[in-house]
T-cell receptor, first 117, second 112 residues
Framework: GAVVSQHPSRVICKSGTSVKIECRSL??????MFWYRQFPKQSLMLMAT?????????EQGVEKDKFLINHASLTLSTLTVTSAHPEDSSFYIC?????????????FGSGTQLSVL | DAKTTQPNSMESNEEEPVHLPCNHS???????IHWYRQLPSQGPEYVIH???SNVNNRMASLAIAEDRKSSTLILHRATLRDAAVYYC?????????????FGQGTTLQVKP
């Protein structure tokens, strides 16, 4: 079945540095990918929709200059957390929809636990 | 986006059936009912989905009310590995924005 690979699974960084998270669709092409953030004991919160070859669409309240999204190919989207602060520490999850599948279900990466010191 | 309502938590005994309810009274005709589950420290996993008819797969069954305003995810024999947060989500697919909005979900505890 379709797989979405997310890397790294865990990252610890110092405050003020930038962190890049990669999301790849392994056996299907994804013109659209989604980025979520999840704090402990809470549900997933949609941050933005990543569109291949064009600008990402951000949800209300999400700073586009802080969370840079690049979707340069049909199988890769990246999320860069710029000038990270401790409050950015969270579990980040990407997802992609396999438009070639009959049911268009959404596949999720395994998540990235970001800890900002 | 249409909203779903689920109980915060449920408990089950191992090897017994579990019925997880979901209300979606504002569902539209083009909304599919999707269920995903999330184990601790992992991304969500697809469980099952349906539009109008009941559905079965190797993981679970989905029973959809005739008016589509509610549905029930059925795990026929709960195992300890089924302990997770279960999300019921309405999905219009890529014909809309394609994005999925998650509610709070139901935390299922399975007792040995």
């Amino acid at each position: 079945g379709a797989v979405v690979s997310q890397h790294p699974s865990r990252v610890i960084c110092k405050s003020g540095t930038s962190v890049k998270i990669e999301c790849r669709s392994l056996d299907f092409q994804a013109t659209t990918m989604f980025w979520y953030r999840q704090f402990p004991k809470q549900s997933l919160m949609l941050m933005a929709t990543s569109n291949e070859g064009s600008k990402a669409t951000y949800e209300q309240g999400v700073e586009k200059d802080k969370f840079l999204i690049n979707h340069a190919s049909l199988t890769l989207s990246t999320l860069t957390v710029t000038s990270a602060h401790p409050e950015d520490s969270s579990f980040y999850i990407c997802s992609a929809r396999d438009h070639g599948a009959t049911n268009e279900k959404l596949f999720f990466g395994s998540g990235t636990q970001l800890s900002v010191l | 986006d249409a909203k779903t309502t689920q109980p915060n938590s449920m408990e089950s005994n191992e090897e017994e059936p579990v019925h997880l309810p979901c209300n979606h009274s504002t569902i539209s005709g083009t909304d599919y009912i999707h269920w995903y589950r999330q184990l601790p420290s992992q991304g969500p996993e697809y469980v099952i989905h349906g539009l109008t008819s009941n559905v079965n797969n190797r993981m679970a069954s989905l029973a959809i009310a005739e008016d589509r305003k509610s549905s029930t995810l059925i795990l026929h024999r709960a195992t300890l590995r089924d302990a997770a947060v279960y999300y019921c989500i309405l999905d219009r697919g890529s014909s809309n924005t394609g994005k999925l909005i998650f509610g709070q979900g139901t935390t299922l505890q399975v007792k040995p």
